[in-house]
């Protein structure tokens, strides 16, 4: 097969760090200046000074284990250190593990003028239906929903192509 005639544009993906911690300790609400119990789900927003943000994307406790034990998933665009750990659930709060995970998570959304070509290689008739690229739509909108429909749509593009009708099955 000779290279693809068709090139598909670099995408760039956010980083996300996810930090997982099993601790019996509540999270401190004098850390958000409460003086009542912290919510378990906590979503952030980017404020317009973006040295104003929080460490965080998210916090939320995902899970109560049988020993009573808390699991804590926060979702963070930085790793989150030890210190900010004790200032979140006290210093010296008992914390049995924490798991880290990086991941490229979604798209970056910067506005975009290009997008990827829906086939990347041409057919050759009468028995080819060439090479598609069922992910052009990613720099643009990233879900499992939108895939699934790019998926769709050029399976059906594929199956005009094969029996040369217009109608959609």
């Known amino acids: ?21 099993a601790t019996k300790a509540p999270i401190r609400p004098e850390f958000f200046n409460l003086n009542h119990p912290v ?22 406790r995902v899970r109560i284990l049988h020993s009573g034990e808390s699991v804590w ?10 210190k900010t750990l004790e200032e979140l659930f006290g210093e010296g709060a008992s914390v049995d593990w924490i798991h ?20 990347l290689y041409p057919h050759e008739p009468p028995d080819s239906v060439g090479v598609w690229y069922t992910s052009g739509i990613e720099s643009f909108i990233s879900t499992m929903e939108t895939s699934a429909l790019s998926g769709r749509n050029i399976a059906h593009l594929i199956a005009r192509r094969l029996w040369d009708t217009k109608e959609i099955v």
């Open 1 to 21: 097969m000779n290279p693809l005639p068709a090139s598909i544009p670099k995408v760039a993906y956010m980083t996300l760090h996810v930090t997982l911690v």
């Open 39 to 60: 919510p378990a789900a906590i979503l952030t927003t980017f404020p317009k000074n973006i040295s104003d943000a929080p460490f965080f994307n998210s916090i939320s």
């Open 73 to 82: 998933k926060i979702f963070s665009p930085k790793r989150v250190s030890e």
């Open 100 to 119: 880290r995970k990086v991941w490229q998570a979604y798209p970056r959304l910067d506005p975009i003028s290009e997008f990827a070509p829906l086939e």
